[in-house]
């Protein structure tokens, strides 16, 4: 409760009445009545998006003769900066503009991005010449139409920043999780949220793909930005419905004060006189320190009070630059536990990244024809992936826990430890597998004298499936770790840290690849350097991360893992 309201007697009536009189216009506002409209707005903007994240590379390889090293930086380069601009999203939110508003801002410049996008598939002059000779093309995009290109990309990476962080906590804030009520509601908005996106994922990588890359781009842009200006009509006709909280600061501002204040105090000495800053506690959370005190003590001096002129008259500290509370501190502790296990992810994704770029690369140039003339487009393979999480999540939940629990009497779940070490596993085979299928569509293609392999494109489904895999086990557990460890103050934090370690992900990525162009470079070729990829050799790359993926097991398995503390809720019987 906010210390001010009740130093003064004489405002108390007018300060109850005030809240009384928000408390009638909540019960008026939120609920089901607001999550429709919610939910309608993530379903569009997500097929609008995931429409072009699906076919993006196919797209600037077909239409602006980009391929090689260039290509891959910037497709490398915007899923990265989507990412890391969602940690810029939930700064802005939490401590300026709230929820609605971010929410708001970023889907208007994804509508702006995507129809720029639209532009370029529209208008001719916005690409450079087509190429008749898709293994041998000297038509470079102008760097006017490259500008045109990355300030479309710029813009949705943009509203990617403002979407991503608030979209579940803005749908989350319409249900009062003090009530059991609530909770259950709470509960039921994530499974439509996800029933949603799945729905729009689907028919984003299937029939919007299909259209772009077999009927017209113009119309397979246009549909995504008609479908994020019906989310932005949507999202506003509901504006009176939504629950909209105050923006109340930032937890990664927080942060970086502790750390600041802790270097100011550098000097201070542990005693028995040492006293704590408390402060105001966090929304249902403890005051206490953690309980590893011992761990990164230097902090605890960023709550030490040294001068009583540190606080004001209601006990508050004057300057947070200099005086954190205990719990600020307890936060950034939080964070820096988990980070051991949270760098394996960094790895994990390193792996899908791959698929999504080089794998559609290699579907572009294999047999895709079933049939007379139906062609499977590039970017429904992405599908693969996705189907196979699902398939072994419904598998696991539904079919292999019941039996286990038939046989054994208990319905015992892999441990977090054992899924992530699964996933990883699961990487390694699926970089092997994909290095050995290049080398065989490559000589296949070669051996025919044809820029595009006579290998089918079906060849390609272990590798996706072997993905697919590694995210069911490897992510799903990380994202579950994230949670379950922070406090329930900072789920959006754990959200954005999930996302921040895709994002150096994607640019680490990009870092390996041009090392490996630079050190490979020899008569103006490299293992990465030509749009044809017959003329490179794309499988050694897929061993360099798969031997990422080996060193990523060991340095789980010796180090990171004893940082996953199991406790009943990782491992309990039903």
Known sequence: MDVESSTSPS???SVHQESRNQATQNMQKGGWRAIKYIIANESFEKLASMSLIGNLSVYL?????LGGVFLVNIVNIWFGSCNVLSLAGAFVSDAYLGRFWTLLLGSICSFVGMGIMALTAGLPRLRPEACHDPSNCSKPPAPWQ????????GLLAIGAGGI?????????DQFDTNTKKGKAQLETFFNWWYFSFTVALVIALTGVVYIQSNISWVIGFVIPTACLAFSISIFVIGQHTYICTKPQGSVFADMVKVVVAACKKRKVKSGEAISFYVGPPADGSSTTLVQQKHRLRFFDKASVITDPNELNEDGKAKSNWRLCSVQQVKNLKCVTAILPVWVTGIACFMLTDQQNIYGILQAMQMEKTFGHNFKVPAGW???VSMITLAIWISLYECVILPIAKHITGRKKRLTMKQRIEIGIVMGIACMAVAGFMEKRRRASALSNGSFVSPVSIVMLLPQ?????LTEAFSAVALMEFLTVKMPEHMRAVAGAIFFLSSSIASYICTLLINVI???TRKDGHSWLGDR??????LENYFFIIGGIQVANLLYFRFFASRFVTETDKDNRDF
Do not use: Q
Request: glycine share 8%; net charge positive; aromatic share 10%.
């Open 146 to 153: 490259l500008a045109v290109l990355f300030g479309s990309l």
């Open 11 to 13: 405002s108390s009536p």
């Open 381 to 383: 393979m992405n599908l």
């Open 164 to 172: 991503r962080p608030c979209n579940i906590a803005f749908g989350a």
């Open 532 to 537: 044809d990829l017959n003329k490179n050799k």
């Open 464 to 468: 996706f499936v072997l993905a697919g």
């Open 517 to 519: 162009d630079s050190v």
């Open 61 to 65: 390889t077909t239409k602006y003769n």
